[in-house]
């Protein structure tokens, strides 16, 4: 009987030990993620090898368009395109 009250007794420290363990690390993963809020490069940033270059010669394309509506939409058709 003293080994089951010993087995019992530990089994709840344990537990209770080890989810206070995951909570602890829940919040520190939390708190690590919402600190993460600005963008690591700006919006002037060169984003290529070619931005440079088409910045000096004028032309660099504009990175957003906004359609009637007022939604910025990535500009990928002015990007992509074969420059002459």
Known sequence: MTNNAQTKAG???ALGARSLLAL??????CSGLSACKRSALRADDERT????????RNEDSTPFIEDEF?????N????LLVKD
Do not use: N
């Open 11 to 13: 089994g709840g420290a």
């Open 24 to 29: 602890t690390l829940c919040l520190l993963a």
């Open 49 to 56: 090898q070619f931005s440079r270059y088409d910045r000096t």
């Open 70 to 74: 007022g939604r910025r939409t990535p």
């Open 76 to 79: 990928l058709r002015a990007r």
